[in-house]
C-alpha cells in the first residue's frame, strides 16, 4: 500500500471517529423521554433536588421534615399542570440555586456540561499526535558537533 492511500485511510479513520463522537454527544445531549405518570415524573423530579435540611441528599432519599415539605409542592404544582422546569425555578427561588443538584445547560453552568467532553477530546487528540509522533521515529538527531563533544569526553575519560 502506497503512502498516500494509507495517509488518505488513516485521514478517514480520524473523521469517522469524529462523527461517531459527535453523534454520540448529540444523543447523549437529547433530552431524556418523560416520565409516564405524575408519579414517576414527581419522583425524577424529586431526585434532582436538594434536601435543604440534609447534607448531600436528594428531597426523594430524604425523610425530613424539609424533604417533605419539598416533595408535597412538587406534587401540588405537578397536578395543577406546572412543567419540571417552572417547578425547578421556584423551589431554587425559595431556598437558593443550591438546592439544585443537576446545573442547568446553559451560562456558565453549561461549562460544568461541556468543559470534560473538552478534556477528553484534547487528551485523546494529545495522544495521537504524541504516538503519531513517536512511530514517526522522534525528531532528535545528533549532530557533528554533538559527535565530536561525546568523542573529546570518550577520550579524556579515565
Known amino acids: ?8 485511510r488513516r485521514t478517514l479513520g480520524w ?3 469524529a462523527v461517531v463522537l459527535a453523534v454520540a454527544l448529540v444523543v447523549g445531549i437529547g433530552s431524556d423521554p418523560p416520565p409516564r405518570t405524575d408519579a414517576d415524573r414527581a419522583r425524577a423530579l424529586a431526585e434532582t433536588i436538594a434536601c435543604p435540611q440534609c447534607d448531600g441528599q436528594s428531597v426523594a432519599d430524604s425523610d425530613s421534615p424539609a424533604a417533605l415539605g419539598v416533595r408535597s409542592v412538587i406534587d401540588e404544582r ?7 422546569a417552572e417547578i425547578r425555578d421556584e423551589l431554587a427561588g425559595a431556598y ?3 438546592v439544585l443538584l443537576t446545573p442547568g445547560s446553559s451560562g456558565v453552568s453549561s461549562l ?3 468543559l470534560p467532553v473538552v478534556a477528553l477530546v484534547t487528551a485523546v487528540a494529545g495522544l495521537a499526535f504524541t504516538f503519531r509522533r513517536w512511530r514517526r521515529g522522534g525528531g532528535a538527531r545528533a549532530t557533528d558537533a554533538d559527535r565530536e563533544l561525546v568523542a573529546h569526553a570518550r577520550e579524556s575519560a579515565p
Open 112 to 114: 460544568v456540561w461541556t
Open 96 to 98: 437558593g440555586e443550591r
Open 15 to 17: 473523521i469517522g471517529l
Open 78 to 84: 405537578i397536578a395543577e399542570g406546572a412543567s419540571d
Open 1 to 8: 500500500m502506497s503512502r498516500p492511500v494509507a495517509a488518505r
